[in-house]
């Protein structure tokens, strides 16, 4: 693909990004009401106005105002959040909306070119882009109240503001949206998964909140290698490093280091096959792992709960 073929995928792509800026309400040490702004970017999936965003970008926002690349500025009204997945749905009215198109993150590769659009520091002037590749898949952060599973790593630069923007492949395909940098890193931001936040899209714009049933843990896939270093007595399986509080696995008794080995008569060697048979469930179905816990097997009856 030629150069300028690329600018065109990219000026194509920009038309349907858009900044998101949002109105929240604090009280400041004297118990007054102070109004404080804050800024973010997203993009358009359909001509009926639905914007996809990060939770963390709309988040207690008393006032969404959208604002199109051709300056026509819109009130937003919030579809529909995942606070687990940072995704949320926006909707506007208006005429001649330019949806993006929408890709297969599970195509993606490592190594492979992608761009970043945005609204950084909310800089007037249209949308910016930056060029990177994939740097890893399937990683996790914490923050302090959740961990962030599955996400996409680049090193495409991404900025406050970016927060929310699609990440596009050289078709013009978003394969993911931004949602985090690590402070004083060079080089290292995260987006969301596309086919993780469609799921959630159309389970807000069906259902009007996100029905993915929920664990509450963490962890990773054991390997060869991995097991060999923590001396672990399986070769294979999910290692469970943390457990939340008052999630559906704390509450039938899982623990740190506990080992999932199955999951209602499926083995799950790996996160990805875990993941896989998880998404099969319903809240509020009761499954049953295996796992194992200082070298003894045992069942772990779960009922699961919606993904708040």
């Known amino acids: 693909m030629s150069e300028k073929d690329v600018v065109d995928v990219i000026e194509r792509a920009s038309r349907s990004v858009v900044n998101v800026n949002t109105v929240r309400i604090f009280r400041d040490l004297f118990y007054r009401v102070v109004p404080v702004q804050g800024m973010g970017s997203g993009f358009i999936i359909d001509s009926e106005g639905?914007?996809?965003?990060?939770?963390?970008?709309?988040?207690?926002?008393?006032?969404?105002?959208?604002?199109?690349?051709?300056?026509?500025?819109?009130?937003?009204?919030?579809?529909?959040?995942s606070r687990r997945s940072d995704v949320a749905v926006i909707k506007i009215s208006g005429e001649n909306l330019t949806p993006v198109a929408l890709?297969?993150?599970?195509?993606?590769?490592?190594?492979?070119?992608?761009?970043?659009?945005?609204?950084?520091?909310?800089?007037?002037?249209?949308?910016?882009?930056?060029s990177g590749v994939i740097s890893a898949l399937n990683r996790t952060i914490h923050s302090e109240q959740v961990a962030f599973e599955g996400l996409v790593q680049t090193d495409a630069a991404i900025n406050p503001g970016n927060s929310g923007g699609p990440?596009?492949?050289?078709?013009?395909?978003?394969?993911?949206?931004?949602?985090?940098?690590?402070?004083?890193?060079?080089?290292?931001?995260?987006?969301?998964?596309?086919?993780?936040?469609?799921?959630?899209?159309?389970?807000?714009?069906?259902?009007g909140s996100v029905r993915k049933p929920w664990l509450g843990i963490s962890g990773f896939t054991i390997t060869r290698e991995v097991a060999a270093q923590y001396r672990l007595p399986v070769e294979s399986g999910v290692l469970v490093v943390g457990v939340e509080s008052e999630s559906p696995s704390s509450k039938a008794g899982m623990r740190k280091d506990d080992i999932i080995l199955g999951m209602d008569g499926k083995?799950?060697?790996?996160?990805?096959?875990?993941?896989?048979?998880?998404?099969?469930?319903?809240?509020?179905?009761?499954?049953?792992?295996?796992?194992?816990?200082?070298?003894?097997?045992?069942?772990?009856?779960?009922?699961?709960?919606?993904?708040?």
């Open 103 to 130: 890709g297969d993150s599970d195509r993606l590769r490592v190594g492979q070119r992608v761009y970043a659009i945005g609204n950084p520091f909310g800089l007037v002037g249209g949308p910016t882009v930056t």
């Open 50 to 81: 639905y914007v996809l965003t990060n939770n963390h970008v709309i988040a207690e926002a008393r006032e969404i105002t959208v604002t199109l690349s051709d300056g026509r500025a819109f009130q937003g009204q919030l579809a529909g959040t």
């Open 167 to 207: 990440l596009i492949d050289v078709e013009g395909r978003v394969v993911a949206i931004n949602t985090a940098i690590i402070p004083f890193a060079q080089g290292i931001g995260f987006a969301v998964p596309i086919n993780a936040a469609k799921a959630c899209a159309d389970d807000i714009l069906v259902h």
């Open 267 to 308: 083995g799950t060697g790996s996160i990805e096959e875990l993941q896989d048979v998880l998404r099969e469930k319903q809240p509020g179905e009761e499954t049953v792992l295996i796992v194992m816990r200082d070298s003894r097997r045992f069942q772990l009856r779960i009922v699961l709960e919606r993904m708040p």
